[in-house]
T-cell receptor, first 110, second 114 residues
């Protein structure tokens, strides 16, 4: 399928905000997802947003959706060292499976 | 809570050998998936199943086969292993499919073909 685009690497200092950006491909995607992968583990759903929403807030996480530009972002407030992981943006394409981006490696330094 | 269980966690194969990666879920999910993850390449869908007895190809099915004889199990078969199949393989399941559901992932199976 077509690619979901993400920057590959982001480094922030502990306590700062992190913003991870994603450009998706399918304008008909009903849901858009953010998954987190810690070292040596599988992916876990972090949050998701329905396509008729512009923003979703969940504790330290804020998801922004710009449907016109097919742009999705994940903001992590007060980033901690435990937030260091790979973050994947994903869209539902055919309805049966997710189309994942290549993942953004977030490194949080003390 | 077992969730999605994959075995083996690690395996080294020689070129031309065959093997089966096992995947089992205990959540009574209808949908199951196999993805492969290569460094810097994200996850690519190999095969998926929407229920027992039903399977379909994903984006990168060549060199693989699957079966779904029960709701719980979704094994992935590699025939005639090639170095290009060196990867980390993830099995996942979902109750409702992708437009409304969450994917639950196993911990992965790291395969090296030499």
């Amino acid at each position: 399928g077509e690619d979901v685009e993400q920057s590959l690497f982001l480094s922030v200092r502990e306590g700062d905000s992190s913003v991870i950006n994603c450009t998706y491909t399918d304008s008909s995607s009903t849901y858009l997802y953010w998954y987190k992968q810690e070292p040596g583990a599988g992916l876990q759903l972090l949050t998701y947003i329905f396509s008729n929403m512009d923003m979703k807030q969940d504790q330290r996480l804020t998801v922004l959706l710009n449907k016109k530009d097919k742009h999705l972002s994940l903001r992590i407030a007060d980033t901690q060292t435990g937030d260091s992981a790979i973050y994947f943006c994903a869209e539902a394409n055919s309805g049966y499976a997710l189309n994942f981006g290549k993942g953004t490696s977030l490194l949080v330094t003390p | 809570n077992a969730g999605v269980t994959q075995t083996p966690k690690f395996r080294i194969l020689k070129i031309g050998q065959s093997m089966t990666l096992q995947c089992a879920q205990d959540m009574n999910h209808n949908y199951m998936y196999w993805y492969r993850q290569d460094p810097g390449m994200g996850l690519k869908l190999i095969y998926y199943s929407v229920g027992a007895g039903i399977t379909d190809k994903g984006e990168v099915p060549n060199g693989y086969n699957v079966s779904r004889s029960t709701t719980e199990d979704f094994p992935l078969r590699l025939e005639l292993a090639a170095p290009s199949q060196t990867s980390v393989y993830f099995c996942a399941s979902s109750y409702q499919g992708m437009n409304t559901g969450e994917l639950f992932f196993g911990e992965g199976s790291r395969l090296t073909v030499l």
